[in-house]
Structures are given as structure tokens and as C-alpha cells.
Nanobody, 125 residues
Framework: QLQLVESGGGLVQPGGSLRLSCAAS????????IGWFRQAPGKEREGVSC????????NYADSVKGRFTISRDNVKNTVYLQMNTLSPADTAVYYC??????????????????WGQGTQVTVSS
């Protein structure tokens, strides 16, 4: 059974950076597309980014393009989300999710079936 655990969230000032990690256990991530999602209070969950099995394909929400970078280390069984130039609008609980899929593609609108518990990111001065 695949289990995902996010870490790296916290309180950061506007303009700052954080790196989130999504560590997998139970199975290897090499066969899984990974997505990062976030949910702010009172808002629906939204897709932030995704990465294909081998890492060659990535997608980003328009709101984070140029500021966030997703990457993966299949040896360490971990996916990362580097978040730069953070603003209060980025405040949310961030979740990673996994979906067994074919190589070379990823989508944030897909139905992911494994989810982590989330990590809080708060951007405030």
C-alpha cells in the first residue's frame, strides 16, 4: 500500500521560499505520476503542479508558473515542490497525491487515488 507523507511547510514572509517534500513508502514511486494540490480556507482544492513518472514532463497552474518547481528523485522515493517568491495568496494546506500511470504524461485534473495528510504553508508578515 502506497503511503505519502508531506513535510516542509511552515510560516514564511512574503517573497520567501519553502521546499515541500513528499516521501513515499510501501511501494516505489517510479510507476506513479505525482501531483501537488492545495486548499485554502473556504476554497476548493486546486491543482498546483504535476510530474510524470520519469520527471521529463511537468505541468503548473498559471498562478504558480515561474515561481514553483516540481522535481522527483525516484531513488529516494521523494517528490519536491520548490516554492519561491511566495505571497499570502499561496497560503493553504498542500497535499501530494499519486496515480499509477503511463510514462511521459501528467495531469492535475486526473483522479489521484493516493493522498498524503497535507502540510500547512502560511505566508504572512
Amino acid at each position: 500500500q502506497l503511503q505519502l507523507v508531506e513535510s516542509g511547510g511552515g510560516l514564511v514572509q512574503p517573497g520567501g521560499s519553502l521546499r515541500l517534500s513528499c516521501a513515499a513508502s510501501g511501494v516505489t514511486l517510479v510507476d506513479y505520476v505525482i501531483g501537488w494540490f492545495r486548499q485554502a480556507p473556504g476554497k476548493e482544492r486546486e491543482g498546483v503542479s504535476c510530474i510524470s513518472r520519469g520527471g521529463r514532463t511537468t505541468n503548473y497552474a498559471d498562478s504558480v508558473k515561474g515561481r514553483f518547481t516540481i522535481s522527483r528523485d525516484n531513488v529516494k522515493n521523494t517528490v519536491y515542490l520548490q516554492m519561491n517568491t511566495l505571497s499570502p495568496a499561496d497560503t493553504a494546506v498542500y497535499y501530494c497525491a499519486a496515480l499509477r500511470s503511463t510514462p511521459g504524461i501528467c495531469g492535475m485534473s486526473w483522479t489521484y487515488n493516493y493522498w498524503g495528510q497535507g502540510t500547512q504553508v502560511t505566508v504572512s508578515s
